[in-house]
């Protein structure tokens, strides 16, 4: 377990934060990134922590073989059967052991190999940079140093967003970050804490109690009450997490790129995932599908690079075949919107449509078998029994607090925010200065909620820091 959020929010942060702006000396603050990162890390994964380092010196070494030597493809080649073997191992061999068993019969025994936190998001920034340099996009880093902050700094080490070398390599080297940057990026980071702590916690409760019962006790009301419960609470809780990171990242100098920008606004599943876990889908635009041959081959070859980057896409999230179906599910929804003309429907239509297409692959990502989720999604379409026993489940999880965060959530859910900015702004900048106050105020009293919330000891770890 990494550090407890008391702990990071009111001890971790705040002396790194103050020593790195006391030192006058720019290697200096890196170094001290360096470290902190390091013992960020090290506190919940002290042994794993070396795998890390490891990953980091290897890449590190591709990097700068990749310009001395002439067998540039052959290095490209064995740095990507490295990466891949080494987050294989840890994370898909028992997977596969445990297929393998059911296909044949056999009982080989699982090797219960430790999933380091983080290993996917550490080692596709890490396959970013020897592919950058690769294709000379970047020249290789000279300095160790740099290249493990570069993989290990601590905001987003741990469950994203994935930065790709070259867009953050002039930054490790060179930034700058005066007093409206810290405040804003202290607010961008509040706003990201509150997401995780006052809305996914509360729709994990609801989430966690139907996935959780007897499938016996489960009809439409309370499937459908589970879904959308855990619709919000995987979008506030990762896109809470990214905006911490973003937001800490920003207090110390440096421009991370958006990872979701209202993805339940769009009018199509292309739309949504434009707009969903954006460093995750860019990173296989640039890095998988682009070379396979992205749209250049024809129409068929576009569709089978589609299917093959939405089954990476859902095996990177997880060891279990619920993923994969999720991705392929996600991938068969982009064929079908390349020949369908859903595009044309009208907006409301189109955003009921990928509600409902997204609402329910959820419910395959969240179930713990494939079972489980297609007997869920049963359950949403037929469970129409409403039995005493039944109800009375469904009713307990439909708390006051429980629909007064689902009303925050639709609402957040939409760029009501950006709008309210707009309104301001045709009303002058006066309007924008005498604004700015309430900006902090609410600041400080959501800061405040979120620690009254944590110190009641709950530990509620972010869904992502298991991939």
């Given at each position: 377990m990494v550090f407890s959020s008391l702990t990071f929010l009111c001890v971790f942060f705040p002396m790194v934060f103050i020593i790195y702006y006391l030192i006058p000396s720019f290697r200096a603050k890196n170094y001290l990134l360096i470290i902190s990162s390091l013992l960020f890390y090290a506190y919940g994964e002290p042994v794993c922590v070396l795998l890390m380092i490891g990953s980091s010196a290897m890449n590190y070494m591709y990097g700068r073989l990749l310009e001395k030597m002439q067998r540039r493809k052959l290095v490209l080649t064995l740095a990507v059967l490295t990466n891949f073997f080494t987050l294989g191992f840890f994370k898909y061999a028992d997977m596969l052991?445990?297929?393998?068993?059911?296909?044949?019969?056999?009982?080989?025994?699982?090797?219960?190999?430790?999933?380091?936190?983080?290993?996917?998001?550490?080692?596709?920034?890490?396959?970013?940079?020897?592919?950058?340099?690769?294709?000379?996009?970047?020249?290789?880093?000279?300095?160790?140093?740099?290249?493990?902050l570069y993989i290990s700094f601590f905001p987003q080490l741990i469950a994203g967003p994935i930065v790709k070398y070259h867009d953050i390599e002039q930054q490790i080297s060179r930034r700058v970050c005066d007093a409206g940057d810290i405040a804003a990026g202290m607010r961008r980071f509040i706003v990201g804490l509150s997401k995780k702590v006052l809305l996914s916690n509360v729709a994990a409760v609801a989430a966690d109690a139907?996935?959780?019962?007897d499938l016996a006790k489960v009809n439409a009301l309370s499937a459908?009450?589970?879904?959308?419960?855990?619709?919000?609470?995987?979008?506030?809780?990762?896109?809470?997490?990214?905006?911490?990171?973003?937001?800490?990242?920003?207090?110390?100098g440096f421009t991370f790129q958006e990872?979701?920008?209202?993805?339940?606004?769009?009018?199509?599943?292309?739309?949504?995932?434009?707009?969903?876990?954006?460093?995750?889908?860019?990173?296989?635009?640039?890095?998988?599908?682009?070379?396979?041959?992205?749209?250049?081959?024809?129409?068929?070859?576009?569709?089978?690079n589609k299917l093959i980057v939405f089954f990476c896409?859902?095996?990177?999230?997880?060891?279990?075949?619920?993923?994969?179906?999720?991705?392929?599910?996600?991938?068969?929804?982009?064929?079908?919107?390349g020949i369908l003309p859903v595009k044309k429907l009208p907006k409301v239509l189109g955003h009921i449509y990928t509600l409902l297409a997204v609402c329910v692959g959820f419910v395959i990502f969240r179930a713990d078998t494939l079972y489980q989720g297609f007997a869920m999604i049963g359950k949403?379409?037929?469970?129409?029994?409403?039995?005493?026993?039944?109800?009375?489940?469904?009713?307990?999880?439909?708390n006051p607090l429980f629909w007064l965060v689902m009303v925050i959530c639709v609402i957040a859910s939409t760029p009501v925010k950006n709008s309210l900015k707009k309104l301001c702004g045709r009303h002058g900048k006066d309007r924008n200065v005498l604004m700015a106050p309430y900006s902090y105020v609410c600041s400080i009293v959501l800061l405040v909620l979120c620690m009254l919330s944590l110190s009641s000891g709950t530990y509620n770890p972010f869904i992502y820091f298991r991939f």
């Open positions: 052991i445990d297929t393998w068993n059911h296909l044949t019969g056999l009982q080989v025994p699982l090797l219960q190999v430790r999933l380091p936190i983080g290993i996917s998001f550490f080692t596709f920034q890490a396959l970013s940079y020897v592919v950058d340099v690769y294709r000379r996009q970047v020249k290789a880093q000279e300095n160790f140093g740099k290249m493990l139907v996935f959780a019962a459908w009450l589970g879904a959308v419960a855990y619709l919000f609470q995987i979008y506030f809780d990762f896109s809470g997490y990214s905006d911490m990171a973003i937001g800490l990242g920003h207090m110390f990872n979701f920008i209202y993805p339940y606004i769009s009018c199509n599943v292309q739309e949504f995932w434009r707009r969903w876990h954006i460093s995750l889908s860019t990173w296989f635009k640039e890095y998988l599908y682009i070379p396979l041959g992205g749209n250049r081959k024809g129409t068929v070859r576009t569709y089978i896409t859902g095996l990177w999230h997880g060891a279990n075949w619920t993923f994969v179906v999720w991705g392929l599910y996600h991938g068969a929804f982009l064929l079908l919107e949403m379409f037929t469970g129409w029994s409403f039995e005493p026993e039944m109800m009375s489940f469904a009713l307990r999880q439909m």
